[in-house]
């Protein structure tokens, strides 16, 4: 299995609060992705990275803004929470120079605002 | 642009029974493919991919999917299910750009009768 870990995996938040949560991989891989999964809608990519400090927005980045300072570390934050963001996130690395569209993906963060 | 399209949101099968889930994608130029299996509370793993040459790819877990260009289709096959292949199956399509986005479809979710 890839090395991908996300932290927390379950969290409960109010509304209004700020949420961060963290992708971390031990595979090197240049690219990562934050995706988040609803019923009916599959998986909707909500930003990217495709290096240090290089990001850029996917389908559905309004409420989210992500940093990258490291390779190793990709952070999804949610500036305010609101109930629309109660969901699933997962995170997935992909390496481009070694194999096309390959992502991996980590087990997922499932969050609930109240 | 992009796009995929996974008919079925459920399928049921009985166990020993063969098993063929739709995709359809919707791409100008050659795709590349992807279908990944979700067990309960798990992330995302990959079956099979298909990038060029043979059109019936073989996956992990006895799984099989063929390409049709003039159809648009990437099916997945098994010839015989078991109660463990019960999951969301997700189709993909990369988006063809350079920072390996992939679109997902909806995905299928599986149910096996004993």
């Known amino acids: 299995d890839a090395g991908i870990t996300q932290s927390p995996r379950h969290k409960v938040t109010e509304t209004g609060t700020p949420v961060t949560l963290r992708c971390h991989q031990t595979?090197?891989?240049?690219?990562m992705y934050w995706y988040r999964q609803d019923p009916g809608h599959g998986l909707r990519l909500i930003h990217y990275?495709?290096?240090?400090?290089?990001?850029d927005k996917g389908e559905v980045s309004d409420g989210y803004s992500v940093s990258r300072s490291k390779t190793e570390d990709f952070l999804l934050t949610l500036e305010s929470a609101t109930s629309s963001q109660t969901s699933v996130y997962f995170c997935?690395?992909?390496?481009?120079?070694?194999?096309?569209?390959?992502?991996?993906f980590g087990p997922g963060t499932r969050l609930t605002v109240t | 642009a992009q796009s995929v399209t996974q008919p079925d949101i459920h399928i049921t099968v009985s166990e020993g029974a063969s098993l063929e889930l739709r995709c359809n994608y919707s791409?100008?130029?050659?795709?590349?493919l992807f279908w990944y299996v979700q067990s309960p509370g798990q992330g995302l793993q990959l079956l099979l991919k298909?990038?060029?040459?043979?059109?019936l790819v073989q996956g992990i877990k006895g799984f099989e999917a063929e390409f049709k260009r003039s159809q648009s289709s990437f099916n997945l096959r098994k010839p015989s299910v078991h109660w463990s292949d019960a999951a969301e199956y997700f189709c993909?399509?990369?988006?063809?750009?350079?920072?390996?986005?992939?679109?997902f479809g909806k995905g299928t979710r599986l149910h096996i009768l004993p």
């Open positions: 997935a690395i992909s390496e481009p120079d070694r194999e096309f569209y390959e992502q991996y």
């Open positions: 595979e090197n891989h240049r690219y």
């Open positions: 990275s495709y290096g240090v400090k290089d990001t």
């Open positions: 791409y100008g130029a050659t795709p590349y």
């Open positions: 298909y990038f060029s040459g043979d059109t």
């Open positions: 993909a399509v990369g988006d063809g750009n350079r920072d390996d986005k992939i679109i």
